[in-house]
C-alpha cells in the first residue's frame, strides 16, 4: 500500500530555516505529482506548495512564495520543502500528499494519499 512518512519538523526561531522530507513508498513515484499542505490548530488544512512528477514546474501558496522551495528526488521517492525565512504564522503541522495525477492542484481533495504529517513550531 501507499505509505507516505514526513521528517524534518522542529522547534526553530523566526528568521531560521527548516527542511522537510517525505517518503514514499508502495507507489511509482515519478508519475505523480506531490504536495506539501499545512493545519494549524482550529484552522482547515491548507495548500504550502506542490511540484510536477518530474519536477518541472512547481507551485506555491503566496504566503511562502520567495521563502519556501519544493523538490523532488526521484530516485530517492522523496519529496522535499526547504522553509527559509520563517515566521511564527508558518507554525502548523506539515503534511505531504500524492496528487491524483502527474500535474498538481492546489485543491486538497485532489491528493488522494497522506502522510502522518510534522509538526513545525516557529518562536517569535
Known sequence: ???LVESGGGLVQ?????RLSCTASGLTFSIWAMGWFRQAPGKEREF?????????RTYYADSVKGRFTISR??????VYLQMNSLKAEDTANYYCARGRSFSPTMDV????YWG???QVTVSS
Open 109 to 112: 481533495h485532489n491528493y488522494y
Open 1 to 3: 500500500q501507499v505509505q
Open 14 to 18: 523566526a528568521g531560521g530555516s527548516l
Open 73 to 78: 528526488d526521484n530516485a530517492k521517492n522523496t
Open 48 to 56: 504550502v506548495a506542490a511540484i510536477t512528477g518530474n519536477g518541472g
Open 116 to 118: 502522518q504529517g510534522t
